[in-house]
């Protein structure tokens, strides 16, 4: 017998409103990214329909957190990669990579944490050719290719048949896209060296 908790249950109502079952109160868009940074779990439902539309609720708070951070974490080369991505024959497998690639990030956060605070407290002027920034960029671009790596190797236990074809499909575009995880990764690099150096 599981004990597993259920989702909480919002619903939106034409005038935009959204309602917490749970909690029996109004809630704002500001309520819902907190609770998902607290881990709690909803599903929202549109109230008229019964439709669940989750899916373009997190969207909406991720577009409005986006919106209110100076540092975005969806950089205008990612959005325009996935958009490219819509109807293209790599569409059915970028849902799980990206699955596959923040949950592994999640699991290795703090080691990227602790990087990262290494390199924000260091002085990058003291010795630009050892640059704390650097270490912590090239973990990351290792780790992305590791996660390119597992997520074939994922690939090929999953589909035995076409196990070949589905290789070579991500290995077509793998290389364009470590470009452009370096690319990004250049420019958050770019944007911690500005900030290390105002301080």
Do not use: H, W
Request: hydrophobic share 40%.
């Amino acid at each position: 017998m599981t004990s597993e908790k259920q989702p909480v249950t919002i619903k939106k109502y034409a005038n935009r409103r959204l309602y917490n079952t749970g909690a029996s109160a109004y809630v704002t868009l500001d309520d819902l990214a907190e609770m998902v940074k607290g881990g709690e779990d909803f599903v929202v439902y549109d109230a008229k329909s019964g439709e669940d539309i989750t899916r373009s609720v997190l969207a909406q708070i991720i577009f409005e957190q986006e919106g209110k951070t100076a540092q975005n974490l969806l950089p205008i080369r990612f959005l325009r990669q996935l958009i490219r991505y819509y109807g293209d024959s790599m569409q059915m497998l970028v849902p799980s990579y990206l699955e596959f690639s923040i949950e592994r990030l999640a699991s290795d956060s703090q080691k990227f944490r602790d990087q990262f605070d290494a390199a924000l407290s260091a002085n990058p002027l003291a010795n630009p050719l050892a640059n704390p920034t650097r270490q912590m960029f090239q973990t990351m671009e290792e780790q992305a290719r590791k996660n390119m790596i597992m997520f074939r190797e994922a690939l090929d236990m999953f589909s035995p048949f076409g196990a070949n074809a589905a290789a070579e499909a991500v290995k077509t575009p793998a290389s364009q896209e470590l470009n452009e995880m370096r690319a990004q990764l250049a420019e958050m690099k770019k944007r911690i060296d500005s900030l290390t150096q105002k301080d």
